[in-house]
């Protein structure tokens, strides 16, 4: 089961409803870029991150379960992953990535149960 990597932990500090959209994101050995769109959505959270030129200017998908906390007086996330997991995680082709279910199920399983990081 993979959907526990799609809500935020309860320690994280996120607020529903808050606009995380420009927040930056620390992994756990420095920054990656910069939240380009989110979901709170119930059971579907994520983070859509710009990474700039950190990875040649493409944007990655973060599960809601990889935020560590949330600094909003910093506008920073801080996430629970290197960079180079992150970089290596599933490729993101933007809009066309968010509704399809195959790739959810993939990044599920990457980051969550039964991926490198269980």
Not at 7 to 16: E, P, Q, R
Not at 18 to 39: C, F, M, N, R
Not at 91 to 113: N, T
Request: without cysteine; aromatic residues 10%; charged residues 25%.
């Amino acid at each position: 089961m993979t959907e526990h990597v799609w809500s935020y932990k309860s320690t994280s500090g996120h607020l529903a409803g808050t606009d995380l959209t420009g927040y930056k994101v620390e992994a756990v050995d420095g920054s990656i870029g910069k939240v380009d769109k989110h979901s709170d959505e119930v059971g579907d959270a994520y983070l859509v991150v710009d990474t700039g030129v950190w990875i040649f200017g493409k944007e990655v998908l973060l599960p809601a379960g990889t935020v560590i906390s949330i600094d909003p007086d910093q506008r920073t996330i801080y996430a629970d992953r290197t960079k180079e997991q992150i970089k290596d995680s599933p490729e993101f082709h933007g809009d066309k990535r968010l509704g399809d279910a195959g790739y959810r199920e993939q990044l599920g399983m990457y980051y969550g149960v039964g991926g490198p990081f269980a």
